[in-house]
């Protein structure tokens, strides 16, 4: 049997994108001691390196991975469609390794599995990686792109909605409807999406004068059941008028709950969703949304990876924000000033 970077990894107990740089004779990250544990191994066990696949990684593979959240959501399908479609384009192929995108060691083993092959370029979809998995990744030296996630690292490319906004449009929405007591449901407690969702959502607050309380804010996954969760925390009592759904599954959640309790949406509850998905047409009443662009995140993302070597170092195309909407369908009432 072939011995592979993981065998010499397990042998010497170096993590494997360590074992990779020594093997692949980069000059950093690794001490002499850790250099020659490593080649010593390697010796041991038989490795051979198999130059085709790392002539294809520094060429012209025609691979790219995709890095897909194992978390249930209804957009990855979308970006994965705009992906496919536009890679087709170019004369590349697709493989896609899904990832626990809140698990260290899972994300770990999805970016190794990617990295460890001849792809021209890694798009990770909603992933936020830790600060390790984020330091693999550029140690790979692959091109790569986030989608449907953004950061405040310079170093670090995406294509996504803007978050803030996002948080910041929902709740316009309602307090143009009249609404002032309006909940944020489902949202991750992650630093980079639910956080800035919450910081758009407290902005319209503050805007309107109005202080939200610590209950109006219910965390969860985006899921069907967090949203159901939510809406128990608030209780079939609850003076809430309006309330934002993190995702299109957890809104559902949200309506469904509400209706255990005798709640009428939209008459005695008004819902947005996030993420405007087919989903939102496929319930009732229809589900007012702030749609993203996740067909075009996928097109822009091999289009990224694609990009002349120039382009890809201004700074200005790195991080791109796609469009967003508001589609009104039926989940929202106009209260005027009923619940001041």
């Not at 890095?67 to 496919?84: L, M």
């Not at 496929?282 to 990224?304: C, D, H, N």
Request: hydrophobic share 40%.
């Amino acid at each position: 049997m072939v011995a592979t970077i993981k065998d010499i990894a397990r042998k010497t107990g170096v993590a494997a994108s360590t074992v990779s740089r020594v093997l692949g004779n980069k000059q950093s990250g690794y001490s002499q001691a850790t250099a020659a544990k490593v080649r010593a191994a390697a010796k041991e066990l038989g490795y051979k390196r198999n130059q085709a696949a790392v002539e294809l990684v520094k060429q012209r593979s025609n691979v790219i991975a995709t890095v897909v959240s194992s978390v249930k959501t209804s957009f990855s399908g979308q970006i994965i469609d705009g992906i496919q479609s536009e890679a087709i384009k170019h004369g590349l192929n697709l493989i896609i390794i899904y990832s626990n995108s809140a698990d260290p060691v899972e994300q770990r083993r999805a970016l190794m599995t990617a990295i460890e092959r001849p792809v021209r370029g890694i798009l990770l979809l909603s992933i936020a990686l830790s600060a390790e998995n984020l330091e693999l990744l550029q140690e790979s030296q692959i091109p790569f792109c986030f989608l449907s996630i953004g950061f405040n690292d310079q170093r670090f490319p995406f294509i996504s909605s803007d978050d803030r906004q996002i948080g910041y449009q929902a709740t316009q929405l309602l307090l143009a409807k009249g609404h002032r007591k309006i909940g944020l449901a489902a949202i991750d407690k992650y630093p980079y999406t639910g956080r800035l969702r919450l910081e758009g959502y407290r902005e319209a607050l503050k805007e309107a004068g109005i202080t939200p309380k610590d209950d109006w804010v219910q965390l969860g996954d985006y899921s069907y059941t967090s949203g159901q969760a939510a809406m128990k925390a608030y209780g079939g009592k609850t003076k809430l008028t309006g309330i934002i759904a993190g995702s299109d599954e957890a809104a559902v959640g949200i309506l469904n709950q509400a209706r255990d309790f005798g709640l009428n949406i939209p008459d005695d509850l008004s819902i947005v969703s996030i993420d405007g998905t087919e989903i939102c047409e496929m319930v009732q009443p229809q589900l007012t949304s702030v749609t993203q662009a996740f067909y075009k995140m996928g097109v822009e993302g091999v289009k990224r990876l694609e990009a002349p070597d120039a382009e890809k170092k201004i700074v200005s195309k790195q991080q791109i924000y796609t469009s967003i909407s508001i589609v009104e369908r039926e989940s929202v009432r106009d209260i005027g000033h009923q619940d001041k």
